[in-house]
């Protein structure tokens, strides 16, 4: 028993030294998801900085954060409104919104990038935050589909460089995959799986493979609903109405891609398909390439499989 207390306090103890490394978070992304990693990040008492390329941006990207964290606040809070408006108010202290990545980076202990879904604009950005960031300093991308050795193929350091997917919307979703390829350090797979469930998440870990668990399994689901409706089978709504009653899902398959968008959609099946063009279940979708190609990119926009314009 008493080996038993002295093991669990040794590894409390490292748990936490190892957490207390990781004080400073820069999320590269103010979008659906670098938004809500910032919120969850900033909740648990981290401080943030959410980069974007505009102030335009940033300043949607906070408001954003404010209207969710008042639905968390309501939620956790709803008996005692004091502790509600304190707890608000030291989560958005806990937030800094900035346009210049090299200059954030420069004195940050975790990157958390969750910009658009290409491996060139990814893989350019990690290379400039190579060059400024300190040491120590971990590199973790959002990505949902691509490979994350490929992300970090423009870095040197290969030992601190890993998966942290998160899903959508981040405040509600309770899963982190930790993902780790040939190089991820130990530690730094570790670091990252311990930052994980100091945001108050469930974490899992993966290989580096396409769509890492969830994506691998949902992303054909998703996929293989918009060919139904693209051969006339059913309509979308009847899709929808059927996966939520008949197999319990809370969203439909439609409704889902509204709410991932059909952009981040298209680009995870385009790049699926360019790694394995015989496998059926990554054929890119004309439907959906062309509502991408009109501006239609889901509940982002106004408007995907369904409007969402009031
Ligand atoms: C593609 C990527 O790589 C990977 C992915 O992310 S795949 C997508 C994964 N996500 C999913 O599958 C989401 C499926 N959908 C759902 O779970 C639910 O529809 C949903 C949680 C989004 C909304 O739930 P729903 O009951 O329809 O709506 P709503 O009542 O507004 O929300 C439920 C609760 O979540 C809270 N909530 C919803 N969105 C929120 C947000 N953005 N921030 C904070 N809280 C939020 C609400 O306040 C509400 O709390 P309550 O239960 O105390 O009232
Ligand atoms: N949407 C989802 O459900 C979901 C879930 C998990 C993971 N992801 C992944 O997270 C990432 C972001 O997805 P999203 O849905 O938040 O996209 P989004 O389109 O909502 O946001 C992306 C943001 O990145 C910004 N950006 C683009 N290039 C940039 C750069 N060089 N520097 C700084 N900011 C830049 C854009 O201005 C935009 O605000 C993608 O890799 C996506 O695959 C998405």
Redesign the pocket.
């Known amino acids: 028993m008493a080996f038993a207390t002295s093991a669990l306090v040794r590894s409390l103890s490292t748990s936490a030294s190892r957490q207390a490394a990781i004080k400073h978070v820069t999320v590269i992304g103010g979008g659906l998801m670098g938004t809500?990693i910032t919120q969850v990040a900033a909740q648990s008492g981290h401080n943030v900085t959410m980069c974007d390329v505009s102030d335009d941006i940033v300043q949607k990207g906070l408001a954003r954060i404010q209207d969710?964290l008042k639905?968390?606040v309501?939620?956790k809070y709803k008996d005692d409104p004091t502790a509600g408006q304190k707890f608000f108010d030291s989560t958005m202290e806990n937030i800094r919104i900035d346009t210049n990545v090299e200059r954030v980076a420069a004195s940050t202990d975790l990157v958390i990038e969750a910009i658009i879904e290409n491996l060139d604009i990814k893989q350019k950005l990690f290379s400039s935050l190579d060059k400024v960031a300190p040491q120590h300093t971990i590199f973790a991308s959002n990505t949902?589909?691509l490979p994350i050795k490929d992300i970090a193929s423009t870095c040197e350091r290969q030992d601190r460089f890993g998966g942290l997917?998160f899903?959508?919307?981040v405040?509600?979703?309770k899963l982190v995959e930790v993902v780790r390829f040939g190089a991820t350090s130990n530690e730094t797979f570790q670091s990252l799986t311990d930052f994980g469930q100091a945001v108050g998440k469930t974490t899992v870990s993966c290989k580096d493979t396409p769509g890492f668990i969830?994506?691998r399994l949902?992303?054909p689901y998703m996929m293989e609903a918009v060919r139904m409706l693209e051969r006339g089978e059913a309509s979308a709504r009847d899709i929808d109405t059927a996966m939520k009653l008949g197999a319990g899902y809370?969203?439909g398959p439609f409704e889902?891609c509204d709410?991932?968008g059909l952009d981040?959609t298209k680009f995870?099946v385009q790049g699926w398909h360019e790694l394995d063009p015989d496998q059926p279940l990554f054929k890119p979708s004309e439907l959906v390439n062309k509502l991408v190609a009109e501006g239609k990119l889901g509940m982002k926009s106004g408007e995907g499989f369904y409007s969402y314009k009031k």
């Open positions: 809500g969710s639905r968390v309501k939620k949902s589909s997917h899903f959508n919307p405040p509600v979703m969830v994506n949902l992303v809370p969203m889902l709410y991932v981040t995870i």
